[in-house]
Protein backbone atom coordinates (compact mmCIF):
# COMPACT_ATOMS: atom_id res chain seq x y z
CA UNK A 1 0.00 0.00 0.00
CA UNK A 2 1.28 3.64 -1.01
CA UNK A 3 2.06 6.59 1.33
CA UNK A 4 -0.90 7.74 -0.18
CA UNK A 5 -3.33 5.09 0.48
CA UNK A 6 -2.47 4.84 3.83
CA UNK A 7 -2.71 8.41 4.56
CA UNK A 8 -5.72 8.70 2.96
CA UNK A 9 -7.40 5.93 5.00
CA UNK A 10 -5.98 7.46 8.19
CA UNK A 11 -7.78 11.02 7.18
CA UNK A 12 -11.21 9.16 6.51
CA UNK A 13 -10.99 7.89 10.10
CA UNK A 14 -9.83 11.11 11.11
CA UNK A 15 -12.83 13.32 9.35
CA UNK A 16 -15.67 10.70 10.31
CA UNK A 17 -17.00 12.15 13.69
CA UNK A 18 -19.76 9.57 13.54
CA UNK A 19 -17.47 6.38 14.49
CA UNK A 20 -17.67 4.10 11.56
CA UNK A 21 -14.75 2.25 12.47
CA UNK A 22 -15.55 1.70 16.14
CA UNK A 23 -19.49 0.13 15.21
CA UNK A 24 -17.69 -1.71 12.49
CA UNK A 25 -15.64 -3.44 15.61
CA UNK A 26 -18.71 -3.74 17.63
CA UNK A 27 -20.83 -5.08 15.11
CA UNK A 28 -18.12 -7.88 13.61
CA UNK A 29 -19.00 -9.35 17.07
CA UNK A 30 -21.91 -8.71 19.19
CA UNK A 31 -21.77 -7.79 22.53
CA UNK A 32 -18.21 -6.15 22.65
CA UNK A 33 -17.93 -3.30 23.87
CA UNK A 34 -16.11 0.38 23.63
CA UNK A 35 -15.13 2.51 26.15
CA UNK A 36 -13.99 6.11 25.32
CA UNK A 37 -11.38 8.57 26.80
CA UNK A 38 -10.54 12.03 26.91
CA UNK A 39 -7.01 13.19 26.21
CA UNK A 40 -4.12 12.77 27.69
CA UNK A 41 -3.52 9.53 29.61
CA UNK A 42 -5.85 6.47 30.90
CA UNK A 43 -3.83 3.22 31.18
CA UNK A 44 -5.99 1.63 28.20
CA UNK A 45 -4.47 -1.99 28.79
CA UNK A 46 -7.15 -2.23 31.43
CA UNK A 47 -10.14 -1.37 28.66
CA UNK A 48 -8.06 -3.78 26.12
CA UNK A 49 -7.88 -6.50 28.97
CA UNK A 50 -11.66 -6.70 29.51
CA UNK A 51 -12.25 -7.40 25.49
CA UNK A 52 -13.22 -3.73 25.01
CA UNK A 53 -11.71 -1.04 22.81
CA UNK A 54 -10.70 2.22 23.70
CA UNK A 55 -11.27 5.30 21.88
CA UNK A 56 -9.69 8.48 21.89
CA UNK A 57 -12.71 11.60 21.90
CA UNK A 58 -10.60 15.00 21.06
CA UNK A 59 -13.62 16.74 19.99
CA UNK A 60 -15.45 17.74 17.14
CA UNK A 61 -12.07 19.90 15.71
CA UNK A 62 -13.29 22.49 12.64
CA UNK A 63 -15.47 20.07 11.28
CA UNK A 64 -18.61 20.46 13.74
CA UNK A 65 -20.59 23.66 14.37
CA UNK A 66 -21.35 23.89 18.12
CA UNK A 67 -24.66 24.50 18.85
CA UNK A 68 -25.84 22.94 21.98
CA UNK A 69 -22.78 22.32 23.71
CA UNK A 70 -22.30 26.08 24.36
CA UNK A 71 -25.32 26.26 26.71
CA UNK A 72 -23.58 24.47 28.98
CA UNK A 73 -20.07 26.34 29.64
CA UNK A 74 -19.36 29.90 29.94
CA UNK A 75 -17.21 31.49 27.47
CA UNK A 76 -13.82 31.77 29.03
CA UNK A 77 -13.12 28.12 28.61
CA UNK A 78 -11.38 25.83 26.03
CA UNK A 79 -13.46 24.58 23.21
CA UNK A 80 -13.23 20.68 23.46
CA UNK A 81 -15.65 19.65 26.24
CA UNK A 82 -18.07 22.29 24.09
CA UNK A 83 -17.47 20.42 21.02
CA UNK A 84 -17.52 17.44 23.16
CA UNK A 85 -20.49 17.32 24.44
CA UNK A 86 -21.89 18.11 20.76
CA UNK A 87 -20.86 15.18 19.45
CA UNK A 88 -22.78 13.18 22.80
CA UNK A 89 -26.01 15.61 22.52
CA UNK A 90 -25.99 14.89 18.65
CA UNK A 91 -26.07 11.07 19.19
CA UNK A 92 -22.21 10.94 17.51
CA UNK A 93 -21.15 8.98 20.32
CA UNK A 94 -23.82 6.89 20.60
CA UNK A 95 -21.63 4.08 19.77
CA UNK A 96 -19.62 4.19 23.35
CA UNK A 97 -20.49 2.15 26.43
CA UNK A 98 -18.75 4.89 28.63
CA UNK A 99 -16.06 7.28 28.80
CA UNK A 100 -13.31 8.09 31.24
CA UNK A 101 -11.98 11.35 32.14
CA UNK A 102 -8.97 12.04 33.26
CA UNK A 103 -7.49 14.57 35.54
CA UNK A 104 -6.30 16.95 32.93
CA UNK A 105 -7.94 20.44 34.37
CA UNK A 106 -10.97 21.23 36.34
CA UNK A 107 -13.09 21.71 33.21
CA UNK A 108 -12.86 18.00 32.18
CA UNK A 109 -13.50 17.36 35.72
CA UNK A 110 -16.69 19.40 35.55
CA UNK A 111 -17.46 17.72 32.40
CA UNK A 112 -17.33 14.24 33.53
CA UNK A 113 -20.48 15.14 36.12
CA UNK A 114 -22.66 16.49 33.01
CA UNK A 115 -21.45 13.50 31.23
CA UNK A 116 -23.09 11.56 34.58
CA UNK A 117 -25.81 13.65 34.41
CA UNK A 118 -26.92 13.64 30.84
CA UNK A 119 -26.47 10.10 29.84
CA UNK A 120 -27.08 8.06 32.95
CA UNK A 121 -27.81 4.76 30.92
CA UNK A 122 -23.67 5.12 30.12
CA UNK A 123 -20.54 4.12 32.39
CA UNK A 124 -18.70 6.89 33.48
CA UNK A 125 -15.74 7.52 35.67
CA UNK A 126 -13.59 10.57 36.39
CA UNK A 127 -10.08 8.77 36.44
CA UNK A 128 -7.88 10.31 38.86
CA UNK A 129 -4.13 10.44 38.55
CA UNK A 130 -1.59 10.99 40.95
CA UNK A 131 0.10 13.94 41.48
CA UNK A 132 2.57 12.68 44.25
CA UNK A 133 5.21 10.59 42.22
CA UNK A 134 6.04 8.46 45.94
CA UNK A 135 5.07 4.77 45.36
CA UNK A 136 3.71 4.60 49.06
CA UNK A 137 1.63 7.52 48.37
CA UNK A 138 0.95 8.32 44.57
CA UNK A 139 1.21 4.76 43.77
CA UNK A 140 -0.84 3.61 46.23
CA UNK A 141 -3.24 5.69 45.30
CA UNK A 142 -3.19 4.89 41.35
CA UNK A 143 -3.34 1.59 42.56
CA UNK A 144 -6.35 2.05 44.37
CA UNK A 145 -7.70 3.75 41.11
CA UNK A 146 -6.72 1.19 38.53
CA UNK A 147 -8.56 -1.38 40.92
CA UNK A 148 -11.73 0.61 40.83
CA UNK A 149 -11.63 0.89 37.05
CA UNK A 150 -10.62 -2.75 36.52
CA UNK A 151 -13.79 -3.48 38.97
CA UNK A 152 -15.95 -1.64 36.81
CA UNK A 153 -15.08 -3.11 33.62
CA UNK A 154 -15.62 -6.22 34.64
CA UNK A 155 -19.35 -5.34 35.70
CA UNK A 156 -20.07 -3.94 33.13
CA UNK A 157 -18.01 -6.59 30.70
CA UNK A 158 -19.16 -9.45 32.63
CA UNK A 159 -15.76 -10.99 32.32
CA UNK A 160 -13.04 -11.71 35.05
CA UNK A 161 -9.81 -9.12 34.46
CA UNK A 162 -6.92 -12.21 35.04
CA UNK A 163 -3.69 -10.68 35.95
CA UNK A 164 -2.47 -12.98 32.88
CA UNK A 165 -5.18 -11.05 30.77
CA UNK A 166 -3.67 -7.71 32.23
CA UNK A 167 -0.23 -8.67 30.80
CA UNK A 168 -1.31 -9.65 27.41
CA UNK A 169 -2.74 -6.42 27.04
CA UNK A 170 0.62 -4.64 28.73
CA UNK A 171 2.08 -6.68 25.82
CA UNK A 172 0.17 -5.26 23.10
CA UNK A 173 0.64 -1.83 24.02
CA UNK A 174 4.29 -2.04 24.91
CA UNK A 175 4.68 -3.22 20.83
CA UNK A 176 1.79 -0.16 19.81
CA UNK A 177 4.64 2.42 21.85
CA UNK A 178 7.54 0.77 20.41
CA UNK A 179 5.90 1.77 16.91
CA UNK A 180 4.89 4.97 17.65
CA UNK A 181 8.78 5.58 19.17
CA UNK A 182 9.86 4.12 15.84
CA UNK A 183 7.67 6.68 13.84
CA UNK A 184 9.13 9.70 16.09
CA UNK A 185 12.43 8.58 15.63
CA UNK A 186 12.47 8.19 12.10
CA UNK A 187 10.31 11.72 11.77
CA UNK A 188 13.23 13.20 13.37
CA UNK A 189 16.10 11.85 11.40
CA UNK A 190 13.87 12.42 7.92
CA UNK A 191 11.10 14.63 8.44
CA UNK A 192 11.15 15.78 4.58
CA UNK A 193 9.69 11.61 4.49
CA UNK A 194 7.01 11.51 7.17
CA UNK A 195 5.78 15.18 7.54
CA UNK A 196 4.08 15.81 10.42
CA UNK A 197 0.50 16.77 8.82
CA UNK A 198 0.85 13.04 7.69
CA UNK A 199 2.43 11.53 10.78
CA UNK A 200 -0.67 13.27 13.09
CA UNK A 201 -3.14 11.34 10.68
CA UNK A 202 -1.59 8.24 11.62
CA UNK A 203 -1.14 8.51 15.12
CA UNK A 204 -5.12 9.54 15.64
CA UNK A 205 -6.11 6.41 13.67
CA UNK A 206 -4.65 4.62 17.06
CA UNK A 207 -7.95 6.80 18.25
CA UNK A 208 -10.30 4.54 16.76
CA UNK A 209 -8.51 1.27 15.81
CA UNK A 210 -7.55 -2.00 18.00
CA UNK A 211 -4.51 -1.26 19.13
CA UNK A 212 -2.71 -4.40 17.06
CA UNK A 213 -4.00 -2.88 14.37
CA UNK A 214 -2.40 0.25 14.26
CA UNK A 215 0.70 -0.95 15.02
CA UNK A 216 0.23 -3.02 11.92
CA UNK A 217 -0.98 0.48 10.52
CA UNK A 218 2.18 2.55 11.47
CA UNK A 219 4.89 0.23 10.41
CA UNK A 220 3.41 -0.22 6.95
CA UNK A 221 3.21 3.65 6.66
CA UNK A 222 7.20 3.50 7.47
CA UNK A 223 7.82 1.08 5.20
CA UNK A 224 6.06 3.10 2.83
CA UNK A 225 7.54 6.18 3.53
CA UNK A 226 11.00 4.92 2.77
CA UNK A 227 10.27 3.47 -0.50
CA UNK A 228 9.10 6.83 -1.86
CA UNK A 229 11.67 9.44 -1.73
CA UNK A 230 11.05 12.98 -1.04
CA UNK A 231 12.90 16.32 -1.46
CA UNK A 232 14.35 17.64 1.11
CA UNK A 233 14.16 21.47 2.11
CA UNK A 234 16.26 23.85 4.41
CA UNK A 235 13.33 24.26 7.00
CA UNK A 236 13.91 24.94 10.82
CA UNK A 237 13.81 21.59 12.95
CA UNK A 238 11.54 22.89 16.05
CA UNK A 239 9.79 20.99 18.91
CA UNK A 240 6.13 22.04 18.89
CA UNK A 241 4.34 21.54 22.28
CA UNK A 242 1.56 22.80 24.55
CA UNK A 243 -1.01 20.83 22.19
CA UNK A 244 -1.67 17.88 24.51
CA UNK A 245 -5.30 18.10 24.98
CA UNK A 246 -7.61 20.19 23.14
CA UNK A 247 -5.93 19.38 19.65
CA UNK A 248 -4.63 21.99 16.69
CA UNK A 249 -6.38 21.72 13.50
CA UNK A 250 -5.01 19.76 10.71
CA UNK A 251 -4.74 23.37 8.63
CA UNK A 252 -2.90 24.80 11.53
CA UNK A 253 -0.10 22.24 11.42
CA UNK A 254 0.30 22.09 7.74
CA UNK A 255 0.72 26.09 8.01
CA UNK A 256 3.47 24.96 10.44
CA UNK A 257 5.17 22.86 7.64
CA UNK A 258 4.29 25.73 5.07
CA UNK A 259 5.85 28.12 6.75
CA UNK A 260 9.03 26.43 6.97
CA UNK A 261 9.26 24.04 9.68
CA UNK A 262 10.08 20.78 9.90
CA UNK A 263 8.27 19.68 13.36
CA UNK A 264 10.53 17.15 15.04
CA UNK A 265 9.06 16.24 18.23
CA UNK A 266 5.64 17.22 19.39
CA UNK A 267 3.18 16.35 22.55
CA UNK A 268 0.06 15.49 20.24
CA UNK A 269 -1.12 12.56 21.38
CA UNK A 270 0.05 11.60 24.75
CA UNK A 271 -1.91 8.29 25.23
CA UNK A 272 0.26 6.86 22.91
CA UNK A 273 3.35 8.05 23.81
CA UNK A 274 3.48 9.04 27.72
CA UNK A 275 5.05 6.39 28.98
CA UNK A 276 8.55 6.54 27.52
CA UNK A 277 9.93 3.13 28.30
CA UNK A 278 8.23 -0.28 28.06
CA UNK A 279 5.96 -1.38 31.07
CA UNK A 280 7.45 -4.80 32.74
CA UNK A 281 5.21 -7.85 31.73
CA UNK A 282 5.55 -9.88 35.26
CA UNK A 283 5.03 -9.45 38.41
CA UNK A 284 1.82 -7.46 39.87
CA UNK A 285 0.73 -5.85 36.16
CA UNK A 286 -1.26 -2.98 37.89
CA UNK A 287 2.19 -1.70 40.20
CA UNK A 288 3.88 -2.15 36.72
CA UNK A 289 1.76 0.34 34.91
CA UNK A 290 1.77 2.27 38.46
CA UNK A 291 5.27 2.87 38.06
CA UNK A 292 5.78 3.40 34.66
CA UNK A 293 3.26 5.97 35.13
CA UNK A 294 4.84 7.80 38.38
CA UNK A 295 8.46 7.21 37.17
CA UNK A 296 9.25 7.22 33.30
CA UNK A 297 6.21 8.83 32.03
CA UNK A 298 6.90 12.26 29.97
CA UNK A 299 6.35 15.42 31.86
CA UNK A 300 3.73 17.54 30.60
CA UNK A 301 1.68 20.64 32.25
CA UNK A 302 -0.90 18.60 33.60
CA UNK A 303 1.67 16.31 35.11
CA UNK A 304 2.85 18.28 37.80
CA UNK A 305 5.95 18.33 39.25
CA UNK A 306 6.80 19.83 42.78
CA UNK A 307 10.73 19.47 42.18
CA UNK A 308 11.98 22.96 40.59
CA UNK A 309 14.97 21.93 39.19
CA UNK A 310 13.16 19.02 37.18
CA UNK A 311 11.07 21.66 35.23
CA UNK A 312 11.29 21.40 31.67
CA UNK A 313 14.13 18.71 31.49
CA UNK A 314 11.46 16.63 28.92
CA UNK A 315 11.75 19.60 26.69
CA UNK A 316 15.45 19.86 26.77
CA UNK A 317 15.89 16.29 26.52
CA UNK A 318 13.57 17.15 23.36
CA UNK A 319 15.35 19.98 21.86
CA UNK A 320 18.69 17.68 22.52
CA UNK A 321 17.61 14.29 20.90
CA UNK A 322 16.00 15.24 18.00
CA UNK A 323 18.39 17.85 17.08
CA UNK A 324 15.75 21.35 17.16
CA UNK A 325 16.57 24.26 16.66
CA UNK A 326 13.64 26.00 18.31
CA UNK A 327 10.64 25.93 20.13
CA UNK A 328 7.16 26.87 18.93
CA UNK A 329 4.61 26.33 22.11
CA UNK A 330 1.06 26.08 20.34
CA UNK A 331 -1.57 25.73 23.26
CA UNK A 332 -5.19 26.17 23.19
CA UNK A 333 -6.38 29.16 24.32
CA UNK A 334 -7.94 29.24 28.10
CA UNK A 335 -6.20 26.15 28.68
CA UNK A 336 -4.53 26.41 32.50
CA UNK A 337 -2.31 23.71 32.35
CA UNK A 338 -0.24 24.90 29.18
CA UNK A 339 -0.41 28.63 29.97
CA UNK A 340 0.49 28.52 33.31
CA UNK A 341 3.30 26.57 32.54
CA UNK A 342 4.48 28.54 29.55
CA UNK A 343 6.58 31.53 31.73
CA UNK A 344 8.35 28.55 33.55
CA UNK A 345 9.61 26.39 30.03
CA UNK A 346 9.97 29.98 28.76
CA UNK A 347 12.34 31.17 30.97
CA UNK A 348 14.33 27.47 30.70
CA UNK A 349 14.67 28.15 27.41
CA UNK A 350 16.43 31.57 27.65
CA UNK A 351 18.56 30.37 29.91
CA UNK A 352 19.32 27.57 27.77
CA UNK A 353 20.07 29.76 24.34
CA UNK A 354 16.96 28.27 22.91
CA UNK A 355 14.61 30.04 20.18
CA UNK A 356 11.24 29.63 20.90
CA UNK A 357 7.94 31.61 19.77
CA UNK A 358 4.75 31.46 21.08
CA UNK A 359 0.58 31.55 19.85
CA UNK A 360 -2.62 29.81 21.17
CA UNK A 361 -5.28 28.22 18.98
CA UNK A 362 -8.98 26.68 19.12
CA UNK A 363 -9.59 23.18 17.48
CA UNK A 364 -11.50 25.11 15.20
CA UNK A 365 -9.27 27.79 14.03
CA UNK A 366 -9.82 28.94 10.87
CA UNK A 367 -7.82 32.06 10.27
CA UNK A 368 -4.37 30.64 9.39
CA UNK A 369 -2.21 33.70 7.99
CA UNK A 370 -0.98 34.77 11.75
CA UNK A 371 0.19 31.58 12.58
CA UNK A 372 1.72 31.32 9.36
CA UNK A 373 3.63 34.58 9.27
CA UNK A 374 4.69 34.37 12.92
CA UNK A 375 6.08 30.67 12.26
CA UNK A 376 7.58 31.49 8.53
CA UNK A 377 9.11 34.71 10.60
CA UNK A 378 10.14 32.44 13.53
CA UNK A 379 12.08 30.13 11.33
CA UNK A 380 13.57 32.86 9.17
CA UNK A 381 15.42 34.51 12.34
CA UNK A 382 16.41 30.50 13.06
CA UNK A 383 18.36 30.42 9.68
CA UNK A 384 19.47 33.81 10.41
CA UNK A 385 20.66 32.97 14.21
CA UNK A 386 22.46 29.34 13.20
CA UNK A 387 24.24 31.49 10.43
CA UNK A 388 25.58 34.06 12.10
Same mark, same amino acid.
Given at each position: ?102 ? #? ?40 ? &? ?105 ? #? $? ?64 ? $? ?22 ? &? ?22 ? &? ?20
Amino acid at each position: MSVRELVKRCEALFDDLELGAVKQWKAAQPGRKAIGYLPIYVPREIVHAAGMLPVGIFGGGDQLEVIQGDAYYQSYICRIPRSTLELGLTGRLDCLDGMLFPS #ICDVIRNLSGMWQIMFKDKYVKYFDLPQNYDDSTGGTFYIHE &MSALRSDLEKLSNKKITDEDLRNSIAVYNDNRRAVRELYAYRAQKPWQAPTSEMYLVLRAGCVLPPEEHTALIRKYLVSCEEQQRPQRDNARVVLTGSFCEQPPLGL #I $KSIEIAGCYVVDDDFQLCQSMLLEEVPTTGDPLEALSKAFLHRSAQTSSKYDEKKEDKGKHLLRQV $KTRGAEGVIFAAASFCDPALLERP &MLLEILAKHKIPYTAFKYAENTGQ &MAPIREQTGTFADSIKLWSAA
